[in-house]
């Protein structure tokens, strides 16, 4: 059996056709599965309070953290990465992450 090029080009374009009718089955799905997402997000929310104490106060912080470098990344360009970047912090987000440090550390001290 030998392959040709011909037919390694028809399959791979068989394989994105499926591909594209598989993404939009599942973009007319996103709306009914965020829904159940959002649905059942207070009980996962419970579950993980439970499992892992404070990890709300840490994912919160550690996402205006993320927003914050992130923020500063787009900022400054191209410099960013030729020459670094200081990040200012302000208080609010400072103190978001001081309140979280005790619940990350006993976290981690488990590991």
């Known amino acids: 059996m030998s392959i040709t090029f011909k037919g390694v080009v028809a399959k791979l374009v068989a394989a994105a056709k499926d591909f594209k009718s598989d993404i939009l089955k599942a973009a007319e799905k996103a709306p009914a599965i965020a829904a159940d997402v959002a649905k059942d997000a207070p009980e996962i929310e419970a579950l993980v309070a439970l499992a892992f104490p404070g990890a709300a106060a840490i994912e919160q912080a550690a996402l205006v953290a993320f927003e914050a470098i992130a923020t500063a990344v787009e900022g400054a360009g191209p410099a960013a990465s030729a020459n670094g970047l200081s990040v200012s912090l302000d208080k609010a ?14 976290f981690a001290a488990k590991l």
Do not use: Y
Request: glycine residues 0%; hydrophobic residues 70%; aromatic residues 0%.
């Open 93 to 106: 987000l400072i103190a978001s992450v001081q309140a979280a440090l005790p619940a990350l550390k006993a």
